[in-house]
C-alpha cells in the first residue's frame, strides 16, 4: 500500500478548533487508501485518550514537541527576519531534525503538509508533495488590519505582507496545493500564478442531524472558537448591535454563545438574554437548544464549518455574504444572509415569527448540506489528487 506521509502543525484531537476538525476527518479517510504516518507537531499536553484514539486510525504515530522556548525564540527572531510571525511560532531547529530523522527512516511515497506552518518542515525535501493551505492567511491578515485600532493594524499589515512573500514562496516547493473555497483559491491564484484545488470542509451527518428531543431554551446561537478574534467580534455584534433591536420586538429573547476559550470580554457579555456557556463538550447540545444560528462574521476568509454543522441539524441560519461566499448557499431559499444589524435582526424576527418560513429555510438547508458538503465526497477529491502525483 502507498505510504502517506502527514505532518501537522497541533495534534488533532480534540476537535475544539477548525484545523483539528478538517484534518481529521481527513486522516479517517485517508487512512482508508493509504498507510498512513502521522507527524504531529505539539506543544500542549494531550490526554492519554486523545493519543490512543489517533493512534487507532493511522498506521503510525509520532509526536513532536516544539517547546514553549522555541515558540519564543521563533517569534523573537522573526522581528529581524522575513518570516511571517505565524510561521516563525511553529518553527524548531529541533523539531526539524526529529522530521528528517522520521522522513529519512520512513521513505514515504509521497507527503500531505496540513497547513504552511507545518509545510515549512518538508518543503526541503525530495518527494512528491502536496500541502492544505487551508485559507488565504494574507487575507485574513489584511482584513483584520482593516477593522483594527492603528496599532493593531500596523502589525497586521505586516504580517500580511510578510505571509503574501511567504505564500508565494511555499507554492513553488509544493506540486499540489488545495484551499477550502473558492474565494481563497481565486485570491491564492492570483497571487502565486499557480493552480491550487478546493477541497472543502464537511460535516459528519451521522453525527450532526436534527435532535426534536431537546427543550428549545434559547432563541439564537452563536458558536465558535471564542478566542479567535473574528468570532470575538461576532460576539460583541449580537451583543451591542443585534441584540437591542430584537428586544424591541421580543422582549423576552434569550440567547447562547457558546465555544472554547472565551476571552474576559466576551465573558463580561453575558446578562439576562445573553448565555455564555464555554466549552461544551458535544456542541450539538448547543446547536439543538436554539431556534435559529447567526454568525455575524465580517472578518476573516476560509469557510465556516459551524454554518454547515448548523444547517445539518436543522437551523436555520443568518449569517454574511463574507460568510456564505465560501459555502454557496442560495439567499431565501436555505439560508438567510445579510450585511448589517437591522437586516439580519429583521431575518431573525421573520423566522421566530413565522413558522412556515422557518420549515421552508430549514428543510432546504438540511437537503443543501446532504448534498454538497459530506466528508466523504469531499475527501475522495483529496486522494485522488495524493494519487495523481504518484502515478
Known sequence: ?????????????????????????????????FEVCLIALNDESVEDESIDHIASIVNELHMVQVGGFSRLWGLLSSIFSKKPFQISYFYSNKARKTVNNIVQELQPDIIYSHLLRAGQYVDHLNYPLYIDYMDAFSLIMERRAASSGWLKRLFYKEEARR?????????????????????????????????????????????????????????IVFVGNMGYPPNIKAAFFIANQLLPILLKSKLDIKILIAGARPTRG????????????????????????????????????????????????????????????????????????????????????ELLHNREHYNFIRTNAITFVREHYTWKSQNDKLICNLQALIE
Open 1 to 33: 500500500m502507498t505510504r502517506l506521509l502527514v505532518i501537522t502543525s497541533r495534534f488533532p484531537y480534540p476537535l475544539e478548533k477548525g484545523d483539528k476538525l478538517r484534518i481529521y476527518h481527513q486522516l479517517k479517510d485517508l487512512s482508508k487508501a
Open 163 to 219: 505571509m503574501r512573500a511567504h505564500e508565494i514562496k511555499s507554492s513553488k516547493h509544493f506540486q499540489g496545493k488545495s484551499v477550502i473555497s473558492n474565494q481563497d483559491q481565486q485570491y491564492l491564484q492570483t497571487l502565486v500564478n499557480s493552480n491550487f484545488d478546493i477541497i472543502s470542509n464537511g460535516v459528519d451527518l451521522e453525527q450532526f442531524r436534527p435532535i426534536v428531543d431537546i427543550d428549545k431554551k434559547y432563541d
Open 266 to 349: 466576551v465573558q463580561f457579555l453575558a446578562n439576562e438574554h445573553i448565555a455564555v456557556s464555554g466549552y461544551i463538550e458535544d456542541i450539538r447540545l448547543a446547536y439543538a437548544s436554539a431556534h435559529v444560528f447567526v454568525a455575524p462574521i465580517f472578518h476573516g476568509a476560509g469557510q465556516q464549518n459551524k454554518i454547515l454543522e448548523s444547517m445539518a441539524m436543522g437551523l436555520p441560519c443568518v449569517t454574511t455574504n463574507l460568510v456564505n461566499n465560501a459555502i454557496g448557499a442560495t439567499d431565501q431559499k436555505s439560508i438567510c444572509i445579510g450585511d448589517e444589524a437591522n437586516k439580519m435582526a429583521d431575518y431573525i424576527v
